[in-house]
C-alpha cells in the first residue's frame, strides 16, 4: 500500500501558490524544457536550449519554496531531502509530468524541474537513425544511450519501450530514478518501477526482475559497478537491456563500462560487452539554423563482428574507424551525422563545428563535396 500511496501523492493537481501554478502555465505555453527556481531569484526557463531569466514573475521567497516542496513530496522523501540535502521525484500538474530535483545550496533550497512531454514521440518524430527500430525488434542484448544530460537519452529509450509496446507481446518493467514518462499497456504488459519508492536501487531492482519473467527492462541509468554487473547479467541471460549512461561517445561508453570494474575482473567484462551488446546510441540536441528549436545528431556504434573483436581486445580506439567504414550497416560517427544536419540546411557550420567530438574530423568532412 505505501507504493499505491506515493504514487497518488504525485498526481498534484493544484498548488496554493498562484504564481507558481502560472510560472508552470508559462513554461508549458513557450515550450520550456526546464524550470530554475531558487531561494531570492527570478525564476528561469530553459526554452530551446537557452536559459533565461523570467522578470516579469517575482522573485521566490525561501517561504514560498519550502511550502512548495511540503505539497507535493511525500514524508518519506522530505525526511529523505532532510537527510541527504538531494531528492530527485516526480510529480504530475494537470496533465503534465515533471522531473524534480531538490537541492541544498548557499542561499536556502532550489529547485530544477524538466518537464516530460505527455505524448511519447516516436522514433521517426525525434529525428533518430532508421536503424534504431531494429533495437526494438530483439530480444535480448544490451542496448545503450549515452550523451550528456538533458540531450534527449530519456526521450529515445521511452520511443523505443512505446515501439516494443505496440508492436510485441511481451513483458517490460522499467526501473527508474524517478519515472519520467508513463506508458500505457498496449500489445505489452508494462511495469514501471521507481527507485526509493518501489525498490531500494537500481542493483536490486534487475536482481528481483529477472524473477518476474520479464522480456524488455529498461534502466534509467547504469551507475555503479553493481547496477553495470547486473544489466549485462541480464542481457546475457536472454533479456532485452536498455539503459543510459552519462559518457560522450560510443568509445567512452565501452572504457566506461570496463573500467568500473576491478583490473582482475575487466577481461571477463570486455568478453561478456563483446557477447551482450547490441549498440550504442550517443546523442546531442543543437539548435536549429533558421527556426526555434532543436535537431537531434547521432553517434551510432553496433554490433558487427569487427566491433565484437575490438571490444573483445580492448582496442577501443578502433571503434571509431568500424563507425566510418560501417555506414552501410547504419552505423556512423557524430562528425558524420552533425555534416549531414549541416547539408541539409538543420543546422550552421559554426554548430556543427562546436559540437564535434573530434576537429580535425569535421574539418576534413566539411571541405569534401
Known sequence: MQAIHHWRKLQVQHFNNERLENLIKKAIEDGASDIHLSSGNFPALRVHGELDYIEEFDKFSREDLEKFISE????????????????????????????????????????????????????DELGLPETLKTISGKHRGLFLTTGPTG???????????????????????????????????????IHQREVGSDTENFASGIRHVLRQDPDVILIGEMRDLETISAAVTAA????????????????????????????????????????????????????????????????????????????????????????????????????????RLYRNGSISKATAKSYAYDQPEIDRLLMMN
Open 72 to 123: 507535493i513530496l511525500t514524508q518519506s522523501q522530505l525526511e529523505r531531502f532532510t537527510r541527504t540535502g538531494d531528492l530527485d521525484f516526480a510529480f504530475t500538474y494537470e496533465t503534465q509530468r515533471f522531473r524534480g530535483s531538490l537541492y541544498r545550496e548557499m542561499q536556502g533550497v532550489s529547485l530544477t524541474f524538466r518537464l516530460i512531454p505527455s505524448i511519447i514521440r516516436s522514433l
Open 151 to 189: 540531450h534527449g537519452k530519456s526521450s529515445t529509450l521511452a520511443a523505443l519501450v512505446s515501439e516494443i509496446n505496440h508492436t510485441r507481446k511481451c513483458h517490460i518493467v522499467t526501473i527508474e530514478d524517478p519515472i519520467e514518462y508513463v506508458h500505457t499497456p498496449a500489445m505489452a504488459v
Open 236 to 339: 546475457e541471460t536472454g533479456h532485452l537491456v536498455l539503459g543510459t549512461l552519462h559518457t560522450q561517445d560510443a568509445s567512452q561508453s565501452i572504457e566506461r563500462i570496463v573500467d568500473v570494474f576491478p583490473p582482475h575482473q575487466q577481461n571477463q567484462i570486455r568478453l561478456q560487452l563483446a557477447y551482450t551488446l547490441i549498440g550504442i546510441c550517443s546523442q546531442q540536441l543543437l539548435p536549429a539554423a533558421n527556426i526555434k528549436g532543436r535537431y537531434c545528431a547521432t553517434e551510432v556504434l553496433l554490433s558487427t563482428p569487427a566491433v565484437r573483436s575490438n571490444i573483445r581486445e580492448g582496442k577501443t580506439a578502433s571503434l571509431r574507424n568500424s563507425m566510418l567504414t560501417g555506414m552501410s550497416t547504419g552505423m556512423h560517427t557524430m562528425e558524420q551525422d552533425l555534416v
